[in-house]
């Protein structure tokens, strides 16, 4: 056989699949081999009914859907990933997602939702990113994420709400990145996160946060990364960050920090970054970073600092590489409480 022959041949079976996935496809839409089916932007008010049962990826952003109805997927058993960001999205009935086990990604950004029900992704148990940022969320029900067992990223950026509690939490033991920055946070409840014990990346910058307790942080020991920036933190009391016994960076640049304790820093061992930038620190106390003798980084720059002690670091800091102190109005030395 000649090549001419498998070219033919090859010709054939390839305008017999595009042939297939074309008559599988909704006129308003465009798909693709494997099969994706992308109706973004097509002027969508609802969850279009001619998707094809096999379709893989489901592109529906950039519509104007308002409502997730009962068993609007119920037929696309074999979805993974399903794209409703950017519409008007304002209710998802119980039920919306029946049918849709196998899906991973659900993007729900930027859409109008103002709160979530109980049981509202119940049917989602492969789920591993849900996306809910840029919406009006200030009200999650106790069970709203109900049977995530395999959600590993929850995005809720850029929201109403106010406070974090442990209800809100219910159903995702298994999520590893939580982004809640952006949103008018004052309050986390005590003992919030007991329900998320494998998180390792807690986002809260752009809150309202004006002070943090010990018992916020109980049940984060796999902690890796906690972002605290952007809030009105005035001072850091004794175990301030107490269970937070693998966490390796912290931030909190641009806050109000005034004053630190001895002992703020108790129980950080594994801690390598400490990012202090923009806040209000007037000097450095022998004591101030007690506990961070693993540290290699630290940013204190564009404080108010003008007193540096001389033993400011000896109970912290021996193996800090990168020490940063710059944009502040340091003129003394203190040596023992006396200035020179």
């Not at 097509?42 to 104007?64: G, V």
Request: with cysteine; proline share 1%; charged share 20%.
């Amino acid at each position: 056989m000649n090549l001419s022959f498998w070219f033919v041949t090859l010709s054939v079976i390839f305008s017999a699949i595009f042939s297939s996935v074309d008559a599988l496809c909704p006129a308003y839409c465009n798909c693709s081999v494997p099969l994706v089916v992308n109706c973004s932007s097509t002027a969508q008010h609802t969850i279009p009914k001619d998707i094809h049962n096999d379709t893989e990826t489901l592109y529906l952003h950039n519509n104007s859907i308002t409502r997730l109805k009962v068993n609007s997927f119920v037929k696309l058993t074999s979805l993974i990933t399903l794209r409703l960001d950017s519409n008007l999205i304002q209710t998802i009935d119980n039920g919306a997602f029946n049918g849709a086990e196998s899906v991973e990604t659900l993007n729900l950004a930027n859409n109008k939702i103002t709160e979530l029900k109980e049981n509202t992704f119940s049917n989602l148990r492969n789920l591993t990113s849900l996306r809910l940022d840029v919406n009006n969320i200030a009200s999650i029900e106790k069970k709203a994420f109900n049977g995530l067992n395999s959600l590993s990223l929850l995005k809720l950026s850029s929201n109403d709400l106010t406070q974090l509690n442990s209800d809100m939490l219910d159903g995702v033991e298994s999520l590893k990145r939580l982004e809640a920055d952006r949103n008018w946070i004052s309050t986390i409840v005590d003992n919030t996160f007991t329900k998320t014990p494998l998180l390792t990346n807690l986002a809260l910058n752009f809150n309202n946060m004006s002070e943090i307790s010990s018992s916020f942080w109980t049940g984060l020991g796999k902690l890796q990364k906690l972002d605290l920036s952007y809030n009105r933190l005035q001072e850091l009391k004794v175990d301030s960050f107490k269970g937070l016994t693998n966490i390796e960076h912290l931030v909190l640049d641009s806050n109000r920090i005034q004053s630190i304790e001895k002992g703020a820093f108790n129980g950080l061992d594994h801690l390598v970054s400490l990012e202090m930038s923009f806040n209000k620190l007037t000097t450095t106390r022998g004591y101030m970073l007690t506990g961070l003798r693993n540290v290699e980084f630290i940013n204190l720059s564009l404080n108010n600092l003008t007193t540096l002690q001389e033993n400011s670091f000896e109970e912290c800091c021996g193996k800090v590489k990168t020490l940063l102190m710059y944009h502040n109005q340091i003129e003394i030395l203190d040596r023992n409480g006396s200035s020179v």
